[in-house]
Nanobody
Framework: QVQLVESGGGLVQAGGSLRLSCAAS????????MGWFRQAPGKEREFVAH????????YYADSVKGRFTISRDNAKNTMYLQMTSLKPEDTAVYYC???????????????????WGQGTQVTVSS
């Protein structure tokens, strides 16, 4: 079945940077919109960013706009999230997700996505 595997999480000080990766297998990667969500303890899972199949259209949550950059490499079946100027409130488990679509529409709900990874922990200390 489809596999999405996140990596790159860890502990970082406020103001620091991390790059998350999501490696996909058993799917036609270029036919999927790819997204990042996150879930902090006691909170609902929330949208972070998503990118279209070609990698030229991206949408971001207001809370990360200007600090995070989503990208993808279809040749490597991998998506990335470059996170800079990290804040303690960015602390969460980060999940990658895939939606079978080649449209440029916006998909901000977790229910919009077909497949999920297991998550990677990001902790930002103050």
């Amino acid at each position: 079945q489809v596999q999405l595997v996140e990596s790159g999480g860890g502990l970082v000080q406020a103001g620091g940077s991390l790059r998350l990766s999501c490696a996909a297998s058993r799917l036609t990667f270029s036919a999927y919109i790819m997204g990042w969500f996150r879930q902090a303890p006691g909170k609902e899972r929330e949208f972070v960013a998503h990118i279209n199949w070609l990698g030229d259209i991206a949408y971001y949550a207001d809370s990360v706009k200007g600090r995070f950059t989503i990208s993808r490499d279809n040749a490597k079946n991998t998506m990335y999230l470059q996170m800079t100027s990290l804040k303690p409130e960015d602390t969460a488990v980060y999940y990658c997700a895939a939606r079978a679509s080649n449209s440029g529409s916006r998909y901000y709900q977790s229910t919009d996505y077909n497949y999920w990874g297991q998550g990677t922990q990001v902790t930002v200390s103050s």
